[in-house]
């Protein structure tokens, strides 16, 4: 257009050039994998990055296999101070080798998400997500998974590898997962609503009249719907220990939208990245919680405590039995709130860990706090607990004490997955696929 004439290969050293300077020269950054190691373990002798190597019969040199990285205040803030959920997710990485990051995250006390742990392979499956749990129980240093509910989608053996590996933990089905497969069995049924109902129902009674109804708008989606194994999925069943009302992976892909622009880099570069910005979060919140640190719960915590107590003003006590009140409202609806034991009809105070509507009508009729009633995981001292050590922050690469040490070679890439007709996911399980056409149509892209 402009009458300039570019050799070729100037052109590919300019867009090697832009790749070295935006951290997308994939290559160098599987040889940097082991330095990255060395500089985490430098600023915490705790933290764990675990990188596995493989070689070829015919060829001497070592090539990347995986990659697992927990940072070990990450991982000690969830054990102790945090909700005891654990989303767990897979993340498509479009890059030349199409590989797969493996995350897990969890809520604090004002519901604030937390990285916990972070994994690289080239494919998603059952190895690697034992490879993966088992790490994460390892870190957390916890008994077969005692003490941890694990959240996931179900693919690619997700669930069998916690069955099997991690016994004494807790797996809940990802809610949308089930809505997804219950839409393409089942296109014309008129139950979508009542399945969204019946999923998030916090009392048994009213599941099973949800159940009910779906019945009557089809009996062959309620079959379905009770051999899917529905106590994974169903929020009554949630334990109460876990102090959480998620039912779908809102979690991780939050997470994701956060992380997005990592996704796009060189591994070692996109791992330093996530390092240094959960280092942020930590430092933010530490700074932020000085700005509440006389109130009793979370910010979160009290906007939902004002919410709740101004349509808590529909309840009556209709009776009182010593700490035991029975309250109804306008639509005859009664609850029973046991003041002791922190509980009520509903099961929504055992699960969330904070009173429902008609329980903030009880205490104040009781002439009591709302915030003791609260679980104290959602106190501010917790807070201040989870943040206040701080965390170490990942010096910049120019910064790292280089060692002249064994360089990795980047993993063979595997083919392209085809585009098949008979696929459930149609082109979104293809996505990598579209994404290096749209490279190839727009090469100025990578300059």
């Known amino acids: 257009m402009y009458g300039i004439k570019c050799p070729e290969w100037k052109v590919f050293c300019a867009a090697n050039r832009a790749k070295q300077i935006l951290g997308l020269d994939y290559d160098d950054g599987y040889a940097m994998l ?19 190597t493989e070689s070829h019969e015919s060829r001497e040199e070592e090539r990347f296999k995986r990659v697992f990285v927990c940072c070990a205040r990450t991982s000690y803030a969830f054990k102790v101070h945090c909700r005891g959920i654990l989303a767990v997710d897979g993340w498509e990485i479009n890059n030349s080798c199409n590989s797969v990051m493996l995350v897990a995250a969890g809520l ?7 990285p916990v742990a972070f994994y690289e392979v080239q494919v998603e499956d059952l190895d690697s997500w034992v490879y993966f749990l088992k790490n994460i129980n390892s870190a957390l240093r916890l008994e077969n998974g005692k003490g941890l509910c694990i959240l996931g989608d179900g693919d690619n053996g997700v669930e069998y590898a916690v069955e099997e590996f991690l016994p004494r ?15 393409r069995r089942f296109p014309t049924a008129p139950v979508q609503h009542l399945f969204w109902s019946a999923c998030r129902t916090t009392s048994a009674t009213r599941f099973y009249n949800y159940m009910e109804l779906i019945s009557l708008g089809s ?23 876990v102090k959480c009302t998620c039912v779908t992976l809102t979690i991780t892909e939050k997470l994701r939208t956060s992380f997005d622009h990592y996704l796009e880099m060189s591994i070692t570069r996109r791992f330093a990245a996530i390092a240094r910005s959960t280092a942020e979060i930590f ?33 009556i006590v209709r009776k009182q039995t010593g700490t035991i009140l029975e309250l109804t409202d306008s639509c005859s609806s009664c609850y029973e709130l046991n003041m002791d034991a922190m509980s009520c009809s509903c099961g929504l105070w055992q699960i969330s860990g904070i009173p429902y509507a008609h329980a903030c009508r009880g205490i104040k009729y009781m002439r009591r706090k709302i915030e003791d009633y609260v679980d104290s995981m959602m106190y501010v001292q917790n807070y201040m607990s989870t943040y206040a050590p701080g965390m170490m922050q990942l010096p910049q690469e120019y910064a790292w004490k280089w060692d002249a040490g064994h360089t990795l ?25 579209l994404h290096m056409a749209d490279e190839y149509l727009t090469p100025t892209r990578n300059l």
């Open 34 to 52: 082991h330095q990255f190691k060395e500089e985490m373990e430098r600023i915490d002798r705790d933290n764990i990055v675990l990188v596995e």
């Open 108 to 114: 604090d006390g004002n519901n604030g998400i937390l």
């Open 169 to 183: 933990a807790v797996y809940r089905q990802c809610c949308q997962r089930i809505f997804n497969e219950m839409v």
């Open 219 to 241: 009996q062959q989606c309620h079959d379905w719907l009770k051999n899917s194994n529905w106590e994974r999925w169903a929020l009554f069943c949630m334990p109460h220990w």
């Open 283 to 315: 430092e933010r919140r530490r700074m932020a919680v000085w700005k509440w640190y006389r109130e009793k719960v979370t910010p979160t915590v009290q906007d939902i405590i004002h919410d709740r107590c101004s349509d808590g003003r529909r309840f």
């Open 409 to 433: 070679l980047p993993p063979i890439s595997l083919p392209l997955k085809p585009i098949s007709a008979e696929s459930t996911d149609d082109l979104t399980s293809n996505k990598h696929l």
